[in-house]
């Protein structure tokens, strides 16, 4: 009986480990989203100097970044509630929070496929990925203290 | 008992003259001549600056509209309130539904004394509670690039709004309490011109206190918490603190805020979110140089702690 009840408290905890915190997790996400935005949109504003190679890699790490938010799993059922800033509007119109997500991926994709070859080419993929991250968090997002 | 009918005769005679001084009190004011008489002939290129820093379109838009269509200041946006519902109505240049028919007067009215042409009170969620700091010239100038606007037929429905609340008339005595056109921070002779143009553009236009700033019981700014962070009066959350003090943006440079007015991203690349999205779409429209007073404002300004209560951690 205490080894069925060790085993049972053992997998528990793996499942919640496997679950681990999904609030957590789309945070982190969003965190390296804003610093990869940030780096490229220090070049497209001249602050840094234009070198095309770094560019196309942060590109495809923004790219990279965006695939791997997966909607129904960072934000599933149960997670409106705790430390987070999600608006309940995602639960509430799940399609709207998908589509402006799928555009924000679609944005990255272009600007990865567009390949920009000066700082002014980057600034216009910038301005419509920023343009994407102010659209979601118009609706999605809910500023705490 | 004679001495119950004296006491009921005198505490009619109160009542009737308390509801007597409540009415006069609570009349809608009109602008006098001479103010009138600064509104001059009005220019719509430089309507257009006070168009976008006025962020008209943030509220007078349909719900939802991109690119052009925020030119079709049609209203109907609903901002769910504790007072109630509001709902901006149509200011486009439709002659019926919208505002086509006013005169630039009428505009001045409705802008700097929260009077509406027939001579009733609008309601203070119509931010004219800063737009009464504004020049007359920029209300004049705003009415001709208005006047460029295209007219769209369609009245949004009406406010709907809690006792006593739906009591216009009660607004007279409000605007007695908080109605004013003088700066909320006062100055010193030599302060430098940036700062001086930023005060004009977040206290007048810019309405950036109606957010921004906490509000006492009868929904009045808290001159002494300006720009503290409030809770916000709609959609759950708060506004930020953008003074210096505590949780405000005292880490923040000039340069700094002017580049989140411009492209909505903070310095450590968050970006702005609610109802900021649109102030921020259209404070891109202004001139480096008005984004830079703003910044110069910003940091002029007292600091003050968080205007809004701390938020409470979760255990989870």
């Given at each position: 009986m205490k080894k069925l009840v060790i085993a049972i408290s053992m997998l528990a905890l793996a499942a919640s480990a496997a679950?681990?915190?999904p609030i957590r997790d789309r945070q982190a996400l969003m965190k390296e989203r804003g610093k990869i935005v940030g780096g490229l949109s220090k070049v497209a504003k001249d602050e840094e100097p234009f070198d095309a190679a770094a560019v196309l890699t942060q590109l495809q790490a923004l790219q990279a970044n965006a695939e791997k938010f997966d909607i129904d799993a960072l934000f599933p059922k149960g997670s409106e509630s705790g430390d987070t800033t999600a608006a309940p509007k995602i639960w509430e119109d799940m399609a709207g929070f998908k589509a402006v997500e799928d555009k924000y991926l679609a944005d990255v994709k272009a600007a990865v496929a567009a390949a920009p070859a000066d700082a002014d080419a980057l600034k216009t993929q910038v301005g419509a990925i920023g343009s994407d991250c102010g659209t979601c968090h118009q609706g999605y997002r809910i500023k705490k203290g | 008992m004679p001495w119950?009918?004296?006491?009921?005769?005198?505490?009619?005679?109160l009542g009737v003259a308390g509801a007597a001084a409540g009415w006069l009190l609570s009349a809608p004011v009109k602008l006098d001549a001479a103010t009138l008489a600064q509104l001059g002939p009005g220019d719509a290129a430089r309507g257009k600056r006070i168009f976008y820093a006025g962020g008209c379109s943030s509220c007078h838009a349909k719900p939802g509209a991109q690119g052009d269509a925020r030119l079709q200041l049609v209203g109907g946006l609903e901002l769910k309130t504790?007072?109630?519902?509001?709902?901006?109505p149509n200011i486009s240049q439709d002659?019926?539904?919208g505002i086509g028919a006013w005169s630039v007067a009428d505009l001045a009215n409705a802008m700097l004394k929260g009077v509406s042409p027939t001579g009733e009170h609008f309601y203070p969620a119509f931010p004219y509670g800063s737009y009464a700091r504004m020049k007359p010239s920029?209300?004049?100038?705003?009415?001709?690039?208005?006047?460029?606007?295209?007219?769209?037929?369609?009245?949004?429905?009406d406010n709907s709004l809690a006792f006593p609340f739906n009591i216009r008339r009660g607004i007279g005595l409000?605007?007695?309490?908080?109605?004013?056109?003088?700066?909320?921070i006062p100055l010193p002779d030599g302060t430098p011109e940036p700062v001086m143009a930023g005060r004009y553009l977040v206290e007048g236009p810019g309405h950036c206190g109606e957010c921004h700033t906490p509000r006492d019981f009868a929904g009045g700014t808290r001159k002494g918490q300006w720009l503290a962070g409030a809770v916000a009066a709609e959609g759950g959350g708060v506004v930020p603190n953008i003074t210096s003090g505590e949780g405000g943006i005292g880490n923040w440079s000039a340069s700094d805020i002017a580049n989140y007015l411009e492209t909505g991203f903070t310095p450590d690349f968050d970006s702005a979110g609610g109802a900021m999205v649109d102030v921020q779409r259209n404070m891109a429209e202004l001139t480096a140089d008005d984004r830079a007073a703003i910044a110069a404002y910003l940091k002029a300004i007292p600091p003050h702690p968080n205007g809004y209560p701390a938020r409470k951690k979760s255990t989870k």
């Open positions: 679950f681990a915190d | 119950l009918k004296k006491l009921v005769g005198v505490a009619l005679i504790p007072f109630g519902t509001f709902v901006p002659p019926k539904d920029d209300v004049a100038d705003l009415y001709a690039f208005l006047k460029t606007l295209p007219a769209v037929s369609g009245k949004a429905p409000w605007k007695r309490l908080y109605l004013s056109d003088q700066p909320v």
